[in-house]
């Protein structure tokens, strides 16, 4: 069983929130109207979790009030929020708050996110996911086609070359002379627009010229 104190500045909110939580699994160690007038209750009570009730226009009084009180620092914080919003969300995770979570959880939903936080997880609703997940890092553009195909014998060579061969190794491998890898490598720069070996290989690679 966890014990949750309440902090909410609508009475009617906090009867809601005692009617919603009433379980087994979860004792109700108190209820106050906000942070000043808790001040050593807290102490007394020793709740598991301090569930705390935010409306859409005390957003910021109440999360500064939090960070100046450092309750979170001190007892397992979890806020409910009528309007959550990705600032709200990063600057109450930053103060301590182990969740942020939508008016609109189920009774199930609350009473799981209140037992992860008081052993130790932090929780985010799946409709907050994307706010606290950085960005994606945009695709690589596709490589653009090639003007002109390599031949069968040139991807051979190029495969050859992102193994570190020379043009002896491959002379030597291929059955043909140095002067035609010398050949068919200036044929391979050309095509794939390339003024090096390995640029020639890097490219070979985004194209899937080249297995690795």
């Given at each position: 069983m966890i014990r949750v104190f309440i902090v909410a500045a609508s009475p009617l909110i906090r009867a809601g929130l005692q009617s919603m939580l009433a379980d087994s699994r979860v004792d109700i160690a108190g209820s106050a109207v906000d942070f000043e007038t808790i001040s050593g209750r807290l102490v007394d009570v020793e709740p598991d979790v301090?569930?705390?009730?935010?409306?859409?226009?005390?957003?910021?009084?109440l999360l500064n009030a939090l960070e100046d009180a450092?309750?979170?620092?001190?007892?397992?914080?979890?806020?409910?929020?009528?309007?959550?919003?990705?600032?709200?969300?990063?600057?109450?995770?930053?103060?301590?708050?182990?969740?942020?979570?939508?008016?609109?959880?189920?009774?199930?939903?609350?009473?799981a996110a209140l037992e992860a936080a008081a052993a130790g997880l932090v929780v985010v609703h799946p409709s907050e996911v994307n706010d606290v997940l950085p960005a994606p890092a945009a695709l690589s553009p596709p490589?653009?086609?090639?003007?002109?195909?390599?031949?069968?014998?040139?991807?051979?060579?190029l495969q050859m070359i992102s193994g570190g061969l020379g043009n002896k190794e491959?002379?030597?491998?291929?059955?043909?002379?140095?002067h035609t890898v010398k050949f068919h490598v200036a044929s391979i720069l050309g095509k794939l627009g390339a003024s090096t070996r390995t640029e020639a290989v890097s490219i070979g690679i985004r194209h899937g010229l080249v297995l690795l």
């Open positions: 301090v569930l705390v009730e935010i409306g859409a226009d005390a957003h910021e009084d450092e309750i979170a620092r001190e007892y397992v914080v979890v806020v409910l929020s009528e309007q959550p919003r990705a600032d709200l969300l990063s600057k109450a995770l930053r103060a301590g708050v182990r969740a942020v979570l939508p008016r609109e959880v189920t009774p199930e939903q609350l009473r490589a653009r086609e090639l003007p002109e195909p390599l031949t069968p014998r040139e991807r051979e060579v491959i002379a030597g491998r291929l059955l043909i002379s140095e």
